[in-house]
């Protein structure tokens, strides 16, 4: 599906979706960019890789100094040439509710959740950044779809996202495609932290709504490896629900 030309940087490949994502790009050919924070799990993606030799670890903590993350994506395509795709998953979670709403808390998340990823994407889309008929991918939520108490700022950060995606698809085509994946619930660490902080009955309750259960980091690995591919090349703008026949 690529070639080792094609250089794909994951944000967040040290854990959960952006790791399968990694791994199933890297198996598809590509060479991957991994970053994250945590090198020990960036190494141990390497391991597993279909081809180590195309995985290169790629450590930062992508919320310091954020308004030098498009001249970071700059650097890094000056040092291993322009990039094929950027797939950002880096994010967290956000338990919130509008009786618990405050300032400072909507603030931070709308950093972490929204300006980071346009900070990236902006240095992405800078045309000495990336190869022509490339692809930006963002992970959404489908808590930015659905009704869902206790995601009031997380998926309204996530709304946002896939909005200024559309806006951005109009702006960067026909060179470059952007598109959305909006998971429900998929097991990872990240769901993990969710469910202990809400509680035993949490995980039955939701499963409740999921005909085909929860999703696997793979599933959305699967997805987000068309997409960046040229075999999605008439696709864009587009925020697609992976959500196990939940709706
Ligand atoms: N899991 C779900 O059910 C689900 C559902 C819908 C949407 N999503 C979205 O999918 C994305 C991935 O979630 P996940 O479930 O795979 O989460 P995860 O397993 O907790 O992984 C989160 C990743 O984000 C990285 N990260 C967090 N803050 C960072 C920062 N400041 N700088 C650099 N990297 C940072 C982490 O890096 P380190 O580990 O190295 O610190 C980790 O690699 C998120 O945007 C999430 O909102 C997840």
Redo the contacts with the bound molecule.
């Keep these: 599906m690529f070639t080792a030309q094609q250089r794909i940087l994951v944000?967040?490949?040290?854990?959960?979706?952006?790791q399968a994502i990694a791994l199933r790009c890297n198996a598809l050919g590509a060479t991957v960019l991994a970053s994250?924070?945590?090198a020990e799990?960036l190494a141990e993606g390497q391991r597993r890789a279909a081809d180590p030799s195309r995985w290169l670890c790629v450590e930062?903590?992508?919320?310091e100094d954020m308004e030098a993350l498009p001249e970071w994506i700059r650097e890094l395509a000056r040092r291993h040439g322009k990039l094929w795709g950027l797939a950002h998953?880096?994010?967290?979670?956000l338990m919130d509710s509008l009786r618990t709403y405050d300032l400072a808390t909507a603030r931070q998340h709308f950093d972490?959740s929204f300006h980071m990823p346009m900070l990236l994407a902006k240095g992405f889309c800078d045309r000495r950044c990336s190869e022509n008929g490339g692809a930006l991918l963002f992970?959404t939520?489908?808590s930015a779809v659905f009704a869902e108490k206790g995601h009031m700022i997380y998926g309204a950060a996530k709304a946002a996202v896939a909005a200024a995606a559309k806006a951005i698809s109009q702006e960067v085509a026909p060179r470059l495609r952007v598109h959305c994946l909006a998971?429900?619930?998929?097991d990872?660490?990240?769901?993990e932290r969710a469910e202990a902080y809400m509680g035993a009955s949490y995980r039955e309750e939701q499963l409740r709504g999921y005909p085909l259960g929860f999703g696997h980091?793979d599933d959305v690995a699967q997805m987000a490896a068309f997409l960046l591919s040229e075999q999605a090349r008439w696709i864009t703008g587009q925020n697609f629900v992976l959500a196990g026949g939940r709706y």
């Design positions: 944000t967040g490949a040290s854990s959960g979706i952006g994250g924070r945590n799990r930062r903590d992508l919320l998953a880096a994010g967290d979670g972490l992970l939520s489908a998971p429900g619930i998929v990872t660490p990240l769901e980091p």
